[in-house]
């Protein structure tokens, strides 16, 4: 008699769900999945396509997406050879994670924090340390610090700034934890250009242990496209290219790369817009009654509500999508949203007013 199917599969699967977002991806207004509100110009598109189209779509691209490597790496100011390109940054954890983890090994976690890195390290059989956030969703740096010494941990994660939170880690703090532990230091900076906090990307020489991420899914507006980075010292990246899917990137990725970094006044003007605009939510949702706000470093803010998944549901039958936080540890009754239109943010704010 054959064995029923799902002892033919990994275990670890028993323990996790497939990813979904409640409430879908279409809506009136979408503030659910922390996305630029701004599209990439139709002038440039036809540009990307223009180029494009004259590709051979019967051959491979390279190996790895060498060209939109060097475009990145030269418009850091970086070697290319401390840079690897991904389809999106999702596909660039999985790499870091095989690399970095297996049985047996430990991984530390600030909780919460972004749900994929679990998922993995649970696909992987490793072991997660998980250290929780202050009551007001801060790191706790010092509780990092020890149980990174006392679990001797093999590979630490830090989302900063972090989703779902908001919140993020300094400069000096992020230096501190990679110099105090010999685990390989994973620093997603998917958020960083609305961040307060500067980029750890200039520790990469002083830091072997040092893994930065970055997406082009956010202040780019690219999520659509599938761009993501890992920036590392050259023997590090050396390893952790090991693992990587090949051809896992197409030419259109690349040329789509080139074409926005040579018009990032596209990005700076988009981001400008969205920290102006934060602020404006900020100071409207003190003003509300019953909304609890929490002061961000994102594109997006955290509220915390009498009953979130009841608000959720008025917003969405009012054409609002916003995504329900509340299943993360420490965030009871929260909703989250992306800075989205001045009309929409001012729909949205009504929306809240009349609760």
Same mark, same amino acid.
């Given at each position: 008699?054959?064995?029923?199917?799902?002892?033919?599969?990994?275990?670890?699967?028993?323990?996790?769900?497939?990813?979904?977002?409640?409430?879908?991806?279409?809506?009136?207004?979408?503030?659910?999945?922390?996305?630029?509100?701004?599209?990439?110009?139709?002038?440039?598109?036809?540009?990307?396509?223009?180029?494009?189209?004259?590709?051979?779509?019967?051959?491979?691209?390279?190996?790895?997406?060498?060209?939109?490597?060097?475009?990145?790496?030269?418009?850091?100011?970086?070697?290319?050879?401390?840079?690897?390109?991904?389809?999106?940054?999702?596909?660039?954890?999985?790499?870091?994670?095989?690399?970095?983890?297996?049985?047996?090994?430990?991984?530390?976690?600030?909780?919460?924090?972004?749900?994929?890195?679990?998922?993995?390290?649970?696909?992987?059989?490793?072991?997660?340390?998980?250290?929780?956030?202050?009551?007001?969703?801060?790191?706790?740096?010092?509780?990092?610090?020890?149980?990174?010494?006392?679990?001797?941990?093999?590979?630490?994660?830090?989302?900063?700034?972090?989703?779902?939170?908001?919140?993020?880690?300094?400069?000096?703090?992020?230096?501190?934890?990679?110099?105090?532990?010999?685990?390989?230091?994973?620093?997603?900076?998917?958020?960083?250009?609305?961040?307060?906090?500067?980029?750890?990307?200039?520790?990469?020489?002083?830091?072997?242990?040092?893994?930065?991420?970055?997406?082009?899914?956010?202040?780019?507006?690219?999520?659509?496209?599938?761009?993501?980075?890992?920036?590392?010292?050259?023997?590090?990246?050396?390893?952790?290219?090991?693992?990587?899917?090949?051809?896992?990137?197409?030419?259109?990725?690349?040329?789509?790369?080139?074409?926005?970094?040579?018009?990032?006044? %596209? $990005?700076?003007?988009?981001?400008? &817009?969205? @920290?102006? !605009?934060?602020?404006?939510?900020?100071?409207?949702? #003190?003003?509300? /009654?019953?909304?609890?706000?929490?002061?961000?470093?994102?594109?997006?803010?955290?509220?915390?509500?009498?009953?979130?998944?009841?608000?959720?549901?008025?917003?969405?039958?009012?054409?609002? %999508? $916003?995504?329900?936080?509340?299943? &993360?540890? @420490?965030? !009871?009754?929260?909703?989250?949203?992306?800075?989205? #239109?001045?009309? /929409?943010?001012?729909?949205?704010?009504?929306?809240?007013?009349?609760?």
């Amino acid at each position: 008699m054959k064995r029923e199917i799902e002892y033919l599969l990994n275990p670890a699967l028993k323990n996790i769900a497939a990813y979904r977002v409640e409430g879908g991806q279409e809506a009136e207004i979408k503030l659910n999945q922390n996305e630029s509100p701004f599209d990439v110009p139709m002038w440039l598109k036809e540009e990307i396509i223009g180029e494009f189209i004259k590709e051979p779509w019967n051959r491979y691209p390279d190996i790895l997406p060498y060209k939109g490597m060097r475009a990145y790496a030269d418009f850091l100011g970086i070697s290319p050879d401390s840079v690897m390109m991904s389809n999106g940054s999702n596909e660039m954890l999985y790499t870091i994670f095989l690399a970095c983890l297996g049985p047996c090994r430990k991984v530390l976690i600030p909780d919460p924090s972004f749900s994929l890195y679990e998922k993995i390290a649970l696909l992987l059989q490793s072991q997660i340390v998980t250290v929780p956030m202050r009551a007001d969703l801060d790191f706790d740096l010092e509780a990092i610090l020890r149980v990174a010494h006392d679990e001797a941990v093999d590979f630490i994660v830090l989302s900063t700034p972090n989703n779902p939170t908001g919140k993020s880690l300094t400069f000096e703090e992020i230096r501190l934890i990679a110099h105090s532990s010999d685990a390989i230091v994973l620093v997603d900076e998917a958020y960083i250009e609305f961040s307060r906090q500067r980029s750890v990307l200039e520790l990469i020489d002083e830091l072997p242990n040092l893994v930065v991420l970055r997406t082009m899914s956010k202040a780019l507006a690219l999520a659509g496209i599938r761009i993501g980075f890992a920036i590392a010292n050259p023997l590090l990246m050396a390893e952790i290219a090991k693992p990587k899917i090949p051809f896992a990137s197409s030419r259109l990725a690349e040329i789509t790369l080139t074409k926005v970094l040579a018009n990032y006044s %596209l $990005v700076t003007d988009a981001v400008s &817009y969205i @920290l102006h !605009e934060r602020e404006k939510l900020y100071a409207a949702l #003190l003003s509300l /009654e019953g909304i609890e706000p929490f002061l961000s470093d994102t594109n997006f803010l955290i509220i915390r509500v009498s009953d979130a998944r009841a608000l959720f549901q008025r917003l969405q039958s009012q054409g609002i %999508l $916003v995504r329900n936080v509340s299943g &993360y540890h @420490l965030m !009871e009754n929260c909703l989250r949203f992306n800075v989205g #239109l001045v009309d /929409e943010n001012k729909r949205l704010i009504e929306k809240l007013g009349a609760l």
